[in-house]
């Protein structure tokens, strides 16, 4: 073989080897994927896939440096950021956004506050979408495509609700430590999960900044899976005849417009 065919039949291999490390590290990214609740491990992604266990760690370790995968302390792999702002840079097109915004403007003229519609993304809940009301003092305390942590601002709270209580205990493992002091403790966290399961919405006050209010309700919008939508006000525009209020126009404009709020016993 001359010069020229070896060096073009190496960069031949070079190529389908670096394909072949792509494909690679695709199925691990959709296999944590698929079980980023509980997440999985070295071990069991090595299982599944019949992958070297040295291969599999080099492809998962790339993917963490990325931040499509994160690994926690107890070496477990679950979905990144990064993955998740991919997944959901495309929510502005979806049938969900197009759905509600009229319910949302509806909702923003009644209450003449802010309304927020807000999706699940691993342990945080993700902004895509907000109306403005007519009242000139406003509580825009989250942006579009911002995140935060679920059991922080009421729609957060309404959709960690919806979640089992092993997954919420799993969750707070996780993520004490960011949770606002009064929700640090297990107890009190799903002691308030259950009022918000009870009464069909999750009230915050004080959590997302000082003097801020909201309410927050969670609905299906397939099966086991949850969207939800608040409304933001001054703290002195929430008094808590209308915050009840707020619930129940909420809970109209869902019905109204086809969506089944969420309500489990706690």
Known sequence: MNMLAKKAADGGRERVQGAQAVFRAVELLKLVGLNHGRGMTLT??????????????????????????????????????????????????????????????????????????????????????????????????????????????????ALLATLPDEEIDAFHARQRDDLPSERRALASLRRQLAQTRRRGYASTDNLVAEGVSGVGVAFGVTPGTYAAISVGAIRSRMREERRLWVAQVMFEELRTSGWEPFQLPG
């Not at 923003?108 to 342990?123: K, P, S």
Request: glycine share 10%; proline share 3%.
């Open 44 to 157: 069991t992604l090595v299982e599944s896939t019949g992958m070297d266990r040295t291969t599999a760690y080099r492809l998962l370790s790339s993917l963490v440096q990325t931040g499509l995968v994160e690994r926690d302390e107890h070496k477990t792999y679950r979905l990144g950021l990064e993955a998740m702002q991919l997944g959901l840079a495309t929510m502005s097109r979806l049938p969900i956004l197009e759905r509600c915004r009229p319910l949302m403007l509806r909702l923003a003229r009644r209450t003449e506050d802010t309304v927020y519609l807000v999706v699940r993304n691993g342990d945080y809940a993700h902004c895509i979408h907000y109306e403005e009301g007519a009242f000139p003092v406003k509580a825009l305390v989250l942006q579009v495509g911002g995140l935060r942590l679920l059991g922080v601002g009421s729609a957060g709270s």
